[in-house]
Structures are given as C-alpha cells and as structure tokens.
C-alpha cells in the first residue's frame, strides 16, 4: 500500500502541473475556498505563522496572503517547479515566505505554527493520522488545522465510476479514521461546482489523476456531456484545534522529554 500511494503521489506531481489549469478555470471551489476563509480565518489577529502542506500552485499562499497579522509562512511540496509558481502569488512585501522541497513526512520544524492547512493533499500521505498528530504537535496552544477535502459528490462519484487508479480517499473515511484516532474535530461543507461542458484531455485527467488512454477520454467525455454543464462538487473543511486535542504532546515538549531521559541514562 505504501509504494502505491508513492507511486501516486509522484504520478500527481506531474499531473497537478499539466492537468490542474483546465480545472482551475472551471471550478468555483476556490471562489467557494476563499469566501470561507475570508469568513471564518483571515480576521483572527492571533495568526502570525503559517505552514502549507503541498503549494496549490500558489492558492495556499492567495489565501495566507489574506491573514493580516500574518508574518511568516513556511511552503512544503515536492515538486519544485511547483513551489516556484507558488511563490510568485505573494501579495504581500511584509510576509515572509520560507520554502522547502520535501515530503511532508520529511518536514522538520524549526518553529510552532498558529496555522497548518493541508489543501487537498491526505489523499497521497500514506499514513494521515500520523500526520495530523505530528501536525497537531506543532501547533502553538492557540493554533489549528485546516483541511480541504473532497466529498463522495463528484470527482469522486466519477473516479469510482470509471474505476481511477487514484487511491479513492474522501470526506467519510477521513472522519472516521479521525474518531477512530480520537482526534476531535468539526466540519463544515462548502458548495462548488466545475464547468463540464466541452471536456479536454486535460480536464478527464484531472478527474481521473492519470494520463487517461484515448478510450477513458472518449468514454468520460461522454458521460460529462449526458450530465449537463455541471458537475456539483462540493468540498469539506475539517477544524482541528490544538486546545480540543491536548493529550497529543508537542514537539518541544517531546524534545525535553527526550533530553531529559538521556541526561538520566
């Protein structure tokens, strides 16, 4: 399981490059996204550093760019060519923008972060409760987490339908892996939806995340026209606070622990 996901996750890479443009101009969940964020977020005056897992090609930055009393934002992708387009949506000279191009699992830190925001990125971490734990650790006593999801509506009713490669992972599983873990958490749903009318290869290879052969094109093509002009896609928000999830020990607290036990050894 854990070398697909890695095989995923590198073929993905590649596809968010190619194929996430077409997509980006058709969809309203980043409008959707941002109204949410703007909201719910950009006013607190307690966030002043920011971590974003995976660069959205620069909408995770769009959106820390929004947090005024924001001062430092920490970038994490794998794919360099990536984090540079990311980097240049900074719309702001008073924030910071520190970038490194790594895994998530590789990730570090040097510092405790008010913010982390993981956008659409679960779906290729092989193992998401440790990564949320390690992400709650992080945070400072006052910070969260921030998830965007996909939902079981569309992208992937399709990607089930035409049977995708991709490791099919949405809004109902992370919640129960989340209670399962005892992680505590809220949830929120926000409606979008993505032009279908007239579909490109590009477009049938976002949804399917993989270069589709010539007969999956056809085929989706097909079925995209029989539904209309739209396809409802909405997306979750999932909240995890550091003050609802304090038995997870924090990274600094788990340094001492760690040189306290060596000293007595």
């Known amino acids: 399981m854990a070398s697909e996901l890695l095989a995923t996750r590198l073929n993905h890479s590649l596809h968010m490059s190619l194929a996430f ?30 971590l974003c897992v995976g660069s959205g090609l620069g909408f995770d930055l769009t959106l820390a760019s929004k947090v005024e009393s924001l001062t430092h934002v920490t970038m994490i992708d794998n794919n360099a060519a990536q ?14 923008v520190e970038v490194k191009c790594l895994w998530f699992e590789e990730f570090i830190p040097s510092m405790q972060y008010d913010l982390v925001l993981f956008s659409h990125v679960l779906y290729y971490i092989p193992d998401r409760i440790a990564a949320l734990n390690k992400a709650i650790a992080m945070l400072s006593d006052n910070g ?40 505590v958490h809220s949830t929120d749903i926000v409606d979008s ?24 094109y056809v085929r989706l093509s097909a079925h995209l026209n029989s539904l209309g002009t739209l396809l409802y896609h909405p997306c979750a928000i999932i909240t995890i606070h550091r003050s609802w999830n304090k038995g997870i020990i924090s990274l600094d607290d788990r340094r001492h622990q760690i040189i306290r036990s060596a000293a007595q050894g």
């Not at 997509?23 to 307690?46: C, G, I, S």
């Not at 540079?84 to 910071?96: C, D, M, Y």
């Not at 969260?144 to 949405?170: A, D, M, P, R, V």
């Open 83 to 96: 984090l540079k387009a990311a980097v240049h949506t900074k719309s702001r000279e008073n924030l910071t």
């Open 144 to 183: 969260f987490i921030l998830i965007f999801h996909q939902t079981e509506k569309g992208i992937n009713e399709l990607q089930k339908l035409f049977n995708s490669t991709k490791h099919s992972y949405c809004f109902s599983d992370l919640k129960k892996d989340l209670e399962a873990a005892n992680i």
């Open 193 to 216: 939806t993505v032009r279908i009318d007239t579909p490109t290869k590009e477009l049938c290879d976002f949804f399917l995340e993989k270069n589709s052969s010539d007969d999956e």
């Open 21 to 50: 443009p077409d997509f980006y101009t058709r969809t309203t969940e980043y409008d959707a996204l941002t109204k949410w964020f703007e909201d719910n977020v950009a006013h607190k005056n307690n966030i002043k550093s920011m």
